[in-house]
């Protein structure tokens, strides 16, 4: 057990404190330790080695737990929340909408999707990034999932719809007391509202994907023909659950990478202005292609020191079905696990310099983290289905910022913060547009 628990409460105050130094604070006490929340133990996994086995050869012996159960108010069986037999047959249905040549197909999509957003800042006008991001990256993941691209307040009545789920369902797992999940609170009614907002705005898209289908060219309709193993197509509820799971993953985690990576290259001039000279050479030659994003390698290394220095995955939990061994430890049925994606990339033991924002670290002839030490999507037959998407919208929405602005921060202090992902506490930055040379292109 973690020191510092106290009487009934246990290790709650850190946690509600400031869970992501505790949790980083925790990886100094071993490969697995246990800390307690109120009468409920957790046992949180540190080492990167057990990591992997649990989330790869014993995948089997653990359900997603906690988190996941909570997340739910998304759809009961989408595939993100989906377990055994029912998770194997919906994520090989989902897979070919992910495979690398149909996000190649979507990459005019994200860049269409994407520009109007971009030219529509005012220069020297203060923005809240995080929220800018979101709209930005939810308009992608709806450009790509269902042909729409919608107004600022129908946007903006979504994402708080998405934000609201999310926020209920952590708070949920955290303070894990089932009973009060049905009482009439006014945080109960407001999570149901959002739940049952979205997927009415869901289902009236599949229904008008049902009525012309050939006037749509997206991830619904590949999922509206998808067939399993016996020539099955998934029901309307089951599509619809995947895509209130697409929608909520697809904006809020890109997001927050984006605004972290702004963050960062507001702190870092000569590392905007390595991007700005790689985004400015490659799309001289004409805009974004699938080709062309594959050639902005210096963004990617930025998306990945993102990823590690920031990573979304504060948090993940899983349940161990009955006693599992994880190399020397047992694991009794039922005990709640936990591992973080965040403070296992800010390890010194595994990254020199973990609190240093450097791009550089992931070029080819630097050393690499070992195996399983670098997990932004996870891993395992359970990773991420969006990943390949995700990594592609990021580089293009960067590319398309950097392309027209440099984003300056403003004053005051911008902190890690795990809510729903790894927020930024605050983050205010000014658009100033980056001028024009003589041919007109931005400079």
Partial sequence: MAPGRLPLIGHAVPLIKDRLAFLQRLRTHGPVVRVSVGPKTLTVVNSPDLMHKMLTVQADEFTKGLLFEKLKLFGKDALPVAEGKPHLRRRRMMQPAFHRQQIEGYVNTMRESVEPYVAGWDGGTVLDVKTEMQLMAQGVVMSALFSATPEREPADALLHSVDTVFRTALKRALLPVSVLEKLPTRGNRKARAASTGLRSAVADIIAEHRARPDAYDDIVSLLLTARDDTGATLADDEILSEIVALLAAGSETTAVVLAWLFHELGRN???????????????????????????????????????????????????????????????????????????????????????????????????????????????????????????????????????????????????????????????????????????????
């Fill in 269 to 443: 001039p000569e590392m905007e202005r390595l991007l700005h000279e790689e985004v400015d050479s490659v799309l001289a030659e004409g805009p974004l292609t699938a080709e062309r994003v594959a050639r902005l390698v210096h963004t990617r290394r930025l998306v990945s020191e993102t990823l590690r220095m920031y990573s979304p995955a504060w948090l993940v939990t899983r349940q161990a079905i009955s006693d599992v061994r994880l190399g020397e430890f047992v694991l009794p049925a039922g005990s709640d696990v936990i591992w973080s994606a965040y403070a296992l990339h800010r390890d010194p033991d595994l990254y020199p310099d973990p609190l240093r924002f450097d791009p550089d670290r992931w070029l080819p002839e630097r050393p690499q983290p070992p195996k399983g030490a670098f997990v932004p999507f996870g891993s395992g037959k359970r990773m991420c289905i969006g990943d390949a998407f995700a990594w592609t919208e990021t580089i293009i929405i960067t590319a398309l910022i950097a392309s027209r602005w440099r984003l300056r921060p403003t004053p005051g202090t911008v902190r890690p913060v795990g809510a729903i992902s790894t927020h930024p506490s605050s983050l205010q930055m000014v658009p100033e547009l980056r001028h024009h040379s003589v041919a007109g292109r931005v400079r």
